[in-house]
């Protein structure tokens, strides 16, 4: 009975223990944070189980599936498989046995051991992960298209009012505009632009505008009559001069998103993550260039270099960094939010593919390096332990970025990109 009990009654401590966490999270930082952690966790898990369902389906040995490093919180055994959550939330592992040739295994075990397996079931093991971060994308990329939709140039609308010193609410607002109303068209002019719409309200002060607006798919007639800014100030201070009179309605205006349809959608969404592909390749090439290296030790010995402009658009950040920038797009909005995310997924598989150990693309370089050596009849078995002073020297590489990063993040954060 207790050994049945046990686990149950763990996962639900586990439980308890994380959504008092993210309460407390919540009311000390606002929701932000924990949305954006609770994020990067789904990532993680996602990577992971692109591993463990593969080596699944391949007949692989899977010993662990944990999320998380460190002391064991909770684990349950199922089968023949142990999972579980660690302490320190910084990844997680599949482990399936035979990843190299010296450790040893039992001999029932080992035809189900990652060595013994073909070179496709290697291959498609090891880069799982990778491949589940992209699916994770286009997933992401697919819901912004559809539920929030993207910025179109040919539609106006109202994206806020603004706040006139002295007066209860604007022009606009005495009109009935309502933010997320498209303009689209004043006085019988098609407005498809900001500029043109500017402009038109601009020459009309004091004079009534019949606008057409849409509202959720709904055409509506609206009148307003423009107000002379000479005579409204905003923040203390009027907002015209001149001997001209300039027509205001209080309204800031912007591309209105254009939502796509849920099978439309698809294709944009595979554009776009493909876009996204080649953007996090040079951004990668840029990161392990050595002028992007000089740059950073030049910015953690200056501080002045550190707040340069120039140099916070261009300086990689660490995963302090990235949790900031992720918390800084969803307090700017959902949209932003998610292309945030759809970036961390690609970046985080194209990283995880070069071709070095211990990232998962250095298993699929050996693999491919022992197809090419074997011969029929005769399977080449690469001594990694050969590579161990190459793995060090890469893996210092990875350490002294993450360093510096790290101590810029803390230090001397980017400015806010969204604000």
Not at 88 to 114: D, H, S
Not at 182 to 197: F, M, N, P, W, Y
Not at 315 to 332: C, D, F, N, T
């Amino acid at each position: 009975m207790e050994t049945t009990t046990s686990p149950r009654r763990s996962l639900l401590t586990l439980l308890v223990g994380v959504v008092a966490l993210v309460a407390l999270l919540t009311l000390w930082v606002g929701w932000a944070l924990p949305l954006v952690l609770f994020a990067i966790i789904l990532m993680v898990m996602g990577h992971e189980f692109g591993h463990y369902i593969v080596a699944k389906r391949a007949g692989l040995l899977v010993t662990d599936f944990f999320v998380g490093f460190g002391p064991v919180i909770w684990s349950t055994t199922r089968g023949e498989t142990r999972y579980g959550v660690r302490a320190l939330l910084l990844g997680g592992y599949v482990k399936v046995p035979g990843m190299t040739e010296a450790e040893k295994i039992a001999p029932e075990l080992e035809a189900r051991t990652y060595r013994s397996a073909s070179y496709p079931k290697k291959v498609l093991f090891a880069s799982a992960g990778s491949l589940m971060h992209g699916v994770m994308a286009v997933a992401l990329a697919w819901a912004s298209l559809v539920f929030i939709g993207l910025p179109s140039t040919s539609h106006v609308g109202v994206i806020a009012f603004s706040h006139w010193d002295g007066h209860q609410q604007t022009a606009a607002q005495l009109a009935g505009l309502k933010v997320g109303d498209q303009v689209v068209s004043i006085d019988g002019r098609a407005i498809t632009g900001s500029t043109e719409l500017v402009d038109v309200v601009h020459r009309a002060a004091g004079k009534s505008l019949t606008l057409v607006v849409d509202r959720h798919g709904h055409d509506l007639t609206l009148h307003a009559r423009p107000v002379d800014g000479r005579t409204i100030d905003e923040n203390g201070a009027p907002l015209a001069s001149g001997s001209s009179p300039q027509g205001y309605l209080g309204i800031e205006v912007g591309p209105q998103n254009v939502d796509s349809s849920v099978l439309g959608a698809v294709p944009s969404a595979f554009h776009e993550v493909g876009s996204t592909i080649s953007a996090a390749g040079h951004a990668l090439v840029h990161v392990f260039s050595p002028g992007e290296f000089s740059s950073l030790f030049h910015q953690v010995a200056s501080p002045a270099a550190a707040v340069n402009p120039v140099n916070e658009d261009t300086r990689p950040v660490s995963i302090v960094g990235v949790v900031r920038i992720a918390v800084q797009s969803a307090q700017a909005g959902p949209g932003t939010l998610l292309t945030i995310l759809v970036f961390i997924n690609v970046f985080v598989g194209v990283l995880n593919m070069l071709p070095m150990l211990p990232l998962d693309g250095g298993y699929v370089a050996i693999a491919t390096y022992e197809r090419l050596r074997s011969r029929r009849g005769s399977r080449y078995h690469a001594d990694i332990n050969r590579l161990t002073p190459v793995i060090y020297a890469f893996v210092s590489v990875l350490l002294v970025l993450f360093a510096c990063t790290l101590y810029l993040d803390i230090a001397h954060p980017i400015a806010n990109p969204f604000g």
